[in-house]
């Protein structure tokens, strides 16, 4: 009989974004189960990241759980951030979620979107 082989985490968070994450959980206006984050084509690399409140979990979601928080990854995202670490940066003129995306193979000058290719899968 053939073992299943556990699915890889898509995502993992840094202690920064998981903070974040909670405090933007319990800042929301009403419930919210967690963060949802997807990709949309877009600005001039092509493709930009998203971040949105989760009010429930879609039967289709890829739930990533991970120091203490969730976060829903949409399905149509899922090949494009397979591997990748959600940040949370502050500086002098930002504070942001930032993606380091093994996937990325460009991005534009201003840092607004990026170019990326579906993770390859092993088989």
Known sequence: MASVRP?????????????RVRELTARADSEIVGLRVGIKKGGCAGMEY??????????????VEDKGVKVLVDPQAVLFLLGTEMDFKVDRMSAQ???NNPNQTSSCGCGESVELAPAKIDG
């Not at 699915?7 to 903070?19: G, I, K, S, Y």
């Not at 998203?50 to 739930?63: C, F, L, M, S």
């Open 50 to 63: 998203t971040v949105e409140y989760a009010r429930d979990i879609q039967p289709t979601d890829e739930v």
């Open 97 to 99: 979620f930032v993606f």
């Open 7 to 19: 699915r890889p985490q898509v995502m993992r968070l840094t202690e920064a974004a998981a903070h």
